[in-house]
């Protein structure tokens, strides 16, 4: 067992999360930029619109249909997948082992990461349909399958995307919510793991609804209790600030020389770490957050689009640069004692600025794991009805094995289940970037058309077919 964890240990440091997936990862973002002619950035204002303008906008939900969800439930649906235990203990990760340059790369990938999922959802919305529930779905085993006409491959992804849940969705975000629980206020692990459990199995029987009700509350509060925090500590910490920006830039083009309990790190090695925490934390271009987008009730594929680039924007931009800030200002990212527990450094980061700070750092993570479970249950769940052709029988087990292992993660040591996600997650990947490179076309004319005049609300049953075809009209 040992010689088979070390070799996909290799396999996630070398090549499914080493230089060729960054290579990929940026490859595809940048030939999508063009693929668009960059309208994320040249029409960044026409995305906030949309999105940050419409956030607390009352939608009559008796309207949506059997199966939908709002645009900002999907995006709260998204959200709670990303902006998880990454944003706090991934972000310290990068610092800790990359230097505060990887935070310069962090920003890379999620600007790559933006046209990404700006274009992952159009083609979920685009190839969409309903299951036999009547239930919109949708997501890259749907865009490969019904648009490149490769069901082995969307076999694959959803196979992936299943086991992927049960680890990185599952037990290894229990297991984070639990340690802090008990580290903190010095609760039983078993019993978090029955309360938790617990409290998700009955939001996973209520569907995707219930799911998007949830997300909708907790991902705004748990983000609003997060950055508060953060800016409470920035602002004790605000003479620092300047100098911090000065060591991610620099540190990004010239490496980081060892300091305290740092080893150093080299400009390659410092983008590398930054690019795949990126990845980790905003999941652009795994196809995960897709499924998510793809139940949302919108006019056009493309204006659902630019919630998947807010989501970046806000999972990567805001709370990730927040994070890597409050660790930077407090100096603890080359404390020798620290550099081997990133969830102690951030905790100690807010703790050193005002009494109490830990807290904001361990409720923080219960809910955001909280958040991240649930969701990644309706990817999974979304990834296993594909494969079983919405079996309900296959349906409960696999809800029972995901309540299990939620269980499991939160008493046991992780180590292991850490490699097997870290592949997964990887593996999700490829199929889903080779989708995005083989339906650019598809892409393009659907970005075409919604920016030709974006500030048009069409009607909710416009046909899109000949966009997808490309014939008929232009």
């Known amino acids: 067992m040992e010689k088979i964890l070390n070799m996909i240990g290799m396999m996630n440091d070398n090549i499914v999360w080493g230089l060729p997936m960054v290579i990929l990862m940026l490859g595809t973002g940048i030939f999508l930029t063009i693929l668009t ?8 204002h026409i995305v906030m619109r949309y999105t940050t303008k419409t956030l607390f906008r009352k939608v009559d939900k008796s309207k949506l249909g059997e ?42 990938s999620a600007l790559v990461g933006m046209v990404i999922k700006y274009c992952e959802v159009i083609l979920s919305q685009a190839y969409r ?24 491959l969307a076999v694959l992804f959803a196979l992936f995307g299943g086991l992927a849940s ?5 037990s290894v975000q229990a297991n984070a919510l639990a340690g802090g629980v008990n580290a903190t206020f010095g609760a039983p692990t078993w019993v978090i793991g029955i309360v938790v459990a617990g409290l998700g199995a009955l939001i996973f029987i209520g569907g995707i609804k219930r799911i998007a009700n949830v997300t909708e509350f907790l991902v705004p509060f748990m983000s609003i209790l997060y950055i508060v925090g953060a800016l409470v500590v920035l602002g004790i910490n605000a003479a620092k600030i300047p100098g911090s920006f000065g060591l991610i830039i620099q540190n990004a083009f010239t490496g980081t020389a060892a300091v305290g309990g ?22 652009a271009g795994m196809g995960s957050a897709p499924i998510a987008h793809a139940s949302a009730d919108n006019d056009h594929p493309a204006r659902q689009g630019l919630w998947g680039a807010f989501e970046v924007f806000f999972d990567s931009i805001v709370m990730c640069t927040i994070t890597a800030l409050v660790i930077l200002t407090s100096g603890l990212w080359h404390d020798a004692a620290l550099v081997g527990d990133t969830r102690a450094m951030s905790s100690l980061a807010f703790e050193n600025a005002f009494t109490g700070g830990q807290y904001i750092v361990t409720v923080g993570m219960c809910l955001f794991a909280f958040a991240t479970i649930v969701a990644w249950y309706y990817y999974g769940e979304k990834c296993i009805e594909y494969l079983s052709k919405g079996n309900k029988l296959v349906r409960l087990g696999y809800q029972v094995v995901y309540s ?50 974006p500030d048009t609300q069409r009607p909710k049953n416009t046909d899109y077919s000949h966009l997808i075809q490309n014939k008929g009209k232009k």
């Open 129 to 152: 349909t309903t299951n036999e529930k009547g239930e919109i779905v949708g997501g890259p085993m749907y865009y490969i399958s019904r648009g490149m006409k490769m069901k082995w």
């Open 262 to 283: 740092f080893l150093g790190a080299s400009v390659m090695y410092a983008c590398r770490i930054g690019m795949a925490r990126g990845v980790f934390t905003h999941e």
């Open 404 to 453: 299990a292992m939620i269980y499991v993660g939160c008493i046991a040591s992780l180590d292991a289940v850490w490699e097997f996600a870290d592949l997964f997650n990887g593996l999700m990947a490829i199929p889903n970037l080779i989708a995005l490179i083989a339906l650019a076309p598809v892409i393009k004319r659907f970005s075409r058309d919604f920016f030709r005049d």
């Open 67 to 108: 199966g939908a969800i709002t645009p900002f439930q999907a995006v709260c649906t998204a959200l709670a997948a990303t902006v998880g235990t990454g944003n706090i203990v991934g972000v310290a990760l990068a610092i800790a082992t990359g230097g505060p340059g990887a935070v310069f790369w962090l920003w890379v």
């Open 166 to 170: 049960l680890g990185i969705g599952a």
């Open 37 to 44: 002619k960059g309208v994320i950035f040249t029409k960044f």
